[in-house]
């Protein structure tokens, strides 16, 4: 029991800073009205062990603290990525290709509010809804599938099974 929830915690701590990387690594496009966050191609990892749930959630989380993120952003953008993380893992019996949907749904729909209401971006809402969702499916769509498949091969090799 010991080795399982070391495994589950190595692998969110691991999926965590991978996100914390990527996002600080690709900064310029990372935050903002126009935005395609690299990192959250790393949200189809649930399809692969639960404990990218949390990892993905922390990483968020801590990316945001670190780039200067509002306090409505922090809270807010983390969990739209939690929300997404959640219901992509409860779709992994179904189809692997509908993994992208619920991050991608998620952070369109809870981003542009953050954006408007906690910046004061003045832009509509519904044009921050296009260029955040643009930029979700780039990231989660395009780069998480691309990952997806590059992964799906050593499944067993990196994602040993942990519970939840």
Do not use: H, W
């Not at 965590?16 to 690594?25: F, G, R």
């Not at 949907?101 to 809804?129: A, D």
């Amino acid at each position: 029991m010991k080795n399982k929830n070391t495994a589950f915690l190595t692998q969110a701590a691991m999926i965590a800073a991978a996100y914390v990387v990527l996002t600080l690594l690709f900064r310029p496009i990372s935050f903002g009205e126009i935005q395609v966050r690299i990192s959250e191609a790393l949200t189809i990892l649930p399809l692969f062990t639960p404990a990218a749930v949390p990892g993905v959630f922390v990483g968020c989380l801590i990316a945001n603290i670190i780039g200067g993120a509002i306090l409505p952003d922090i809270v807010f953008g983390s969990l739209a990525t939690l929300i997404g993380a959640v219901f992509t893992y409860r779709l992994k019996e179904l189809n692997p290709f509908l993994g992208p949907i619920p991050p991608i749904v998620s952070n369109t729909i809870i981003v542009p509010f953050v954006l408007f209401y906690g910046y004061g971006v003045n832009l509509p809402i519904p044009f921050l809804m296009l260029t955040v969702g643009i930029g979700e499916v780039l990231s989660c769509g395009v780069l998480g599938l691309l990952l997806y498949t590059a992964l799906k091969r050593y499944r067993t090799i990196l994602f040993r099974p942990t519970p939840i």
